[in-house]
C-alpha cells in the first residue's frame, strides 16, 4: 500500500486501468462540454463522477452506463460495482 495515497498495487492497475477506458471515451464527452472524474478506487469497486452537461444528461446512461461500463468490466473484469454520482 502507498501510504501516501492509501491505494495498494492491486488497486493502482484498475486505477491505470480505468483512466485508459476513460481514455477512450473522452473526446466524445468533452465535445458536449460534460467529462468523468475517478472519485475512487478500489480491486473490486470504482466511483466515477459526471460532470459539467454529463451531470443530469438524459444520454447518460447509455454513454457510461452501456458504453462504459462495457469498457471497463472488460479490462477489469473483477470489478463487482461501477458506480457514478453526478458533479455540477
Known amino acids: ?11 493502482e492497475k484498475t ?17 458536449h462540454q460534460g467529462g468523468v ?10 466511483v466515477l463522477a459526471l460532470k459539467g452537461h454529463c451531470a443530469g444528461c438524459p444520454m447518460a446512461p447509455l454513454t457510461y452506463g452501456k458504453i462504459l461500463n462495457k469498457y471497463i468490466q ?7 460495482s461501477i458506480k457514478y454520482v453526478e458533479m455540477k
Open 74 to 80: 472488460e479490462a477489469c473484469p473483477k470489478l463487482k
Open 15 to 31: 486505477l491505470a486501468a480505468v483512466s485508459e477506458q476513460i481514455a477512450k471515451i473522452d473526446p466524445v464527452v468533452k465535445a
Open 37 to 46: 472524474e475517478i472519485v475512487s478506487v478500489s480491486e473490486d469497486e470504482v
Open 1 to 11: 500500500m502507498n501510504s501516501n495515497t492509501g491505494i495498494t498495487m492491486m488497486d
